[in-house]
């Protein structure tokens, strides 16, 4: 099991880097940091689609992400709220749903 601890400003760059780099990082209201992605349907349907397929993995893998649905963008962000940031579980979790996006 993996040890579920934030990982460094460093440490995130890096991961963020070597294994999803079309994904971002960022800070909510509160200051934790997140990493992210957006999907940009075609239509209303096809993003809700894409919403049922990311929940399945997530289920699947026991690990949720934030999913926003504005219209035909669905934004999915991750980190994990007991280690109150990004861990390399999140950063794992990005990498196995990367392939949804495409």
Do not use: C
Request: aromatic residues 8%; glycine residues 4%.
């Amino acid at each position: 099991m993996l040890e579920k601890k934030s990982l460094s400003p460093e440490e995130l760059s890096i991961n963020i880097n070597q294994m999803i780099p079309k994904w971002k990082s960022g800070v909510n209201e509160k200051g934790i940091k997140f990493i992210e992605r957006v999907h940009h349907a075609k239509k209303f349907m096809e993003g809700i689609e894409f919403v049922q397929k990311v929940a399945q993995m997530a289920e699947d893998n026991n690990h949720h992400p934030d999913i926003f649905i504005n219209y035909k963008r669905i934004t999915v962000r991750y980190w994990t709220h007991s280690a109150g940031g990004v861990t390399l579980a999140d950063v794992q979790m990005a990498q196995k749903i990367d392939v949804l996006f495409e």
